[in-house]
């Protein structure tokens, strides 16, 4: 017998792991470029990610474990150590078979419809965390030739290790079951987390991070469960509702504001927005002040035009005609408390598009407009004095 003859162990050894190599060749060269070409044909992506994931090429390794565990018989003395250091390798391909198969899973799902509807990357890497115990407690188990319910067991005894081990985990998988379950935000979302400095999109929901992408293409990664703990808004209800908030004042110097005289009042007229206001303010005032009988040669005495309200007349008529402002949102335009910077008109409206870039171009042209036309009513922009006013007053 060839086991019987001096270093025939060794050699037989040798022959069958050089079979089994052999197999793995054939599997991964023939076998498994047979399948890519296969593959490639279909119209379906998964079996597409498949090959990307590398599922079939760990199951390849499944092969020569095969082929030795079949000739392991051939060496009775160590057979059975043979059997069981197999055993426990052919879990391990498994388990790397189940990684990539639940990766893949993850890919297919992330290119398909409802990836912005619900994320599922997280609650796939609970599975494989889960499944990867489990297995590496099968393998001790296989290699020392104990039941894995015993191992089980005295995993009972340190839960409280366990659970500090795993504290960040546990954190993680509850924050992201309060992530989906409330439709926190999702992949896509513009969120903003001052406590992080993070400020921009939402491009990865993992189980212990969530990853932004900031507006200057910088990545933010913060632990899910201190995202969940701090503030942070969330501005896809601007996306969803078809409006853009403009939030912005003019600055009025206080020293410009006056009553409008007859002049004034005849210019006011040709403005084409500003005659529907008007022709019904003055009516009203006319009234008021016949009613009263007031006398009129006194500019304090009774109701009379102010150019800043005929600013602010002029402004809300401009923008009530402006083609891009919703005209279903808030729609406000107010003057602010006066202080030490002139008095404040406030432009409260919404655009009706959300892109951002159009938006700030929307937003620059109302306001190059209505800058241009404050001084046809009589008004001036405050700002503090430059050297070029101290040059001035020398002057």
């Known amino acids: 017998m060839l086991l019987d003859m001096n270093g025939g162990p060794y050699i037989l050894a040798a022959g069958i792991l050089g079979i089994s190599y052999l197999s793995y060749l054939f599997s991964c060269r023939i076998i498994l470029q047979l399948l890519k070409r296969f593959f490639k044909q279909t119209e379906t992506h998964l079996d597409d990610v498949l090959i990307e994931r590398g599922v079939l090429s760990r199951l390849a390794f499944a092969v020569p474990l095969l082929v030795i565990y079949l000739f392991s018989d051939l060496f009775p003395d160590v057979s059975s150590v043979i059997q069981q250091c197999l055993s426990a390798l052919f879990v391990i391909v498994f388990i790397l078979v189940v990684n990539a198969a639940i990766d893949a899973v993850n890919d297919v799902y992330s290119r398909s419809k409802f990836a912005h ?3 599922i990357k997280s609650y796939l890497q609970i599975s494989k965390l889960i499944l990867n115990i489990l297995a590496g407690i099968v393998v001790i188990a296989l290699l020392i030739d104990k039941s894995p319910l015993y191992l089980l067991s005295s995993i009972g005894a340190l839960t409280a290790v366990l659970l500090l081990i795993f504290k960040d985990t546990i954190l993680s998988f509850v924050a992201s079951i309060q992530i989906h379950s409330n439709d926190l935000f999702k ?3 513009w969120l903003e ?13 993992a189980l212990h991070t ?15 469960h201190k995202l969940i703990d701090s503030s942070f808004k969330n501005w896809r209800g601007m996306s969803e509702s078809g409006g853009r908030r403009i939030k912005r004042a003019i600055h009025v110097d206080q020293t410009s504001i006056k009553f409008c005289d ?14 529907p206001y008007l022709d019904s303010k003055l009516a009203e005032i006319n009234a008021a002040n016949a009613d009263k009988h007031t006398n009129m040669e006194t500019l304090v005495n009774g109701r009379r035009l102010t150019n800043i309200g005929s600013f602010r007349a002029y402004m809300e008529a401009y923008l009530r005609n402006h083609p891009l402002i919703h005209d279903k949102h808030t729609f406000l335009i107010r003057q602010l408390s006066p202080g030490e910077n002139g008095i404040p008109i406030e432009i409260y409206v919404f655009t009706n598009v959300t892109d951002w870039i159009k938006y700030e171009a929307i937003q620059g042209d109302i306001f190059d407009h209505l800058l241009a036309v404050l001084a046809e009513f009589g008004l001036q922009v405050f700002q503090n004095p430059t050297g070029k006013d101290f040059e001035q007053l020398k002057s």
């Open 187 to 189: 992949i896509g979302d």
């Open 117 to 119: 509807q619900l994320n």
């Open 210 to 224: 969530v990853k932004i992408q900031n507006w200057d293409k910088t990545i933010s990664v913060i632990p899910a």
């Open 262 to 275: 007859e002049e004034m009042i005849n210019n006011f007229k040709s403005i084409e927005l500003l005659a």
């Open 193 to 205: 987390v001052p406590q992080f400095g993070a400020d921009g999109d939402v491009i990865d929901i």
